[in-house]
């Protein structure tokens, strides 16, 4: 996924799992709390400052964990 896919889905409505989430947060509550403490703090990283390697790191602990949907 590139970074301007990345900040899209951040911006948007919808959860990877199809939840509906808050805008600007990655994951809604389910899958946000789903994941370990460091998982969860790294997404507070900044674009360009490693959030992105955080997302992806995330995105697939959920899709190993069969929360998520794989893009």
């Known amino acids: 996924m590139t970074p301007e896919e990345m900040l899209e889905e951040l911006r948007g409505l919808r ?3 199809g939840a509906v989430k808050v805008p600007r947060q990655t994951f809604c509550r389910r ?3 789903a994941l370990p403490p460091a998982f969860r703090r790294a997404l507070y990283l900044r674009f360009g400052h490693g ?10 602990a959920l899709e190993d ?4 949907r794989a893009l």
């Open 65 to 68: 964990k069969g929360i998520t």
């Open 31 to 33: 899958c946000f709390y």
């Open 15 to 17: 959860c990877r799992c």
């Open 51 to 60: 959030y992105e390697d955080a997302y992806t790191a995330a995105c697939a």
